[in-house]
Nanobody, 120 residues
Framework: QVQLVESGGGLVQAGGSLRLSCAASGSYSSISVMGWYRRAPGKPRDLVASISSSGSTNYADSLKGRANISRDNAKNTVYLQMNSLKVEDTAVYYC??????????????WGQGTQVTVSS
């Protein structure tokens, strides 16, 4: 059974920083892309950032320059460092992992979500 367990969310003042972590566990062959998404109240879930197994990154325009995604392949963990947080960054943040089970087909798994609240 595959699990993605997130940590690091919480309440922070505008201008502050947070670091989110997400560790994958369970039975799978490999992890391809790992990412972070967020869902603000009344809005769809949107990509925040993603990182490939080789370290190539992709960021949403709203967080470019304020976020850094990284991963530790030995620990099957992805991190999201967010700086200069704004009130509009308030959302539930979800991590994702595209997993292989011995074939070329990838399945996307999601974490349970962690709340990030930025106060003014």
């Amino acid at each position: 059974q595959v699990q993605l367990v997130e940590s690091g969310g919480g309440l922070v003042q505008a201008g502050g920083s947070l670091r989110l972590s997400c560790a994958a566990s369970g039975s799978y062959s490999s992890i391809s892309v790992m990412g972070w998404y967020r869902r603000a109240p009344g809005k769809p879930r949107d990509l925040v950032a993603s990182i490939s197994s080789s370290g190539s990154t992709n960021y949403a325009d709203s967080l470019k320059g304020r976020a850094n995604i990284s991963r530790d392949n030995a620990k099957n963990t992805v991190y999201l460092q967010m700086n200069s947080l704004k009130v509009e960054d308030t959302a539930v943040y979800y991590c994702s992992a595209d997993l292989s089970f011995g074939t070329s087909t990838l399945r996307r798994y999601w974490g349970q979500g962690t709340q990030v609240t930025v106060s003014s």
